[in-house]
Nanobody, 125 residues
Framework: VQLQASGGGLVQAGGSLRLSCAASERTSSRFFGAWFRQAPGKEREFVAAINWNAGYTYYSDSVKGRFTISRDNAKNTVYLQMNSLKPEDTAVYYC???????????????????WGQGTLVTVSS
């Protein structure tokens, strides 16, 4: 499975961006798509995840209420709509996918097998 991320850029605080992650295929009914981010000098952290089939969504506390993850099954694409952006959201955002992600591990980077290239999001104050 190959993932292609796009949509990063520079935005002012309070603004919005939408990231996209196109997957070459989905390999199981328990396929999950997710977004992680990594700020300079920090560990890669979970942002959001979605179950491709059922559409259940999961968020980190830091983005809940501001970010929305969604998917288009026909296009095999996962989106991350980011609203009310803050300077602390500045990071390289990575999309990830996994064929057998269990809920207890959904926020762990180790649960995901496939990774796209990062896309930089910079939020200016």
């Amino acid at each position: 499975v190959q993932l292609q991320a796009s949509g990063g850029g520079l935005v002012q605080a309070g603004g919005s961006l939408r990231l996209s992650c196109a997957a070459s295929e989905r390999t199981s009914s328990r396929f999950f798509g997710a977004w992680f981010r990594q700020a300079p000098g920090k560990e890669r952290e979970f942002v959001a995840a979605i179950n491709w089939n059922a559409g259940y969504t999961y968020y980190s506390d830091s983005v809940k209420g501001r970010f929305t993850i969604s998917r288009d099954n026909a296009k095999n694409t996962v989106y991350l709509q980011m609203n009310s952006l803050k300077p602390e959201d500045t990071a390289v955002y990575y999309c990830a996918a996994g064929a057998s992600v269990i809920l207890s591990a959904i926020k762990s980077r180790h649960a995901y097998t496939y990774w796209g290239q990062g896309t930089l999001v910079t939020v200016s104050s």
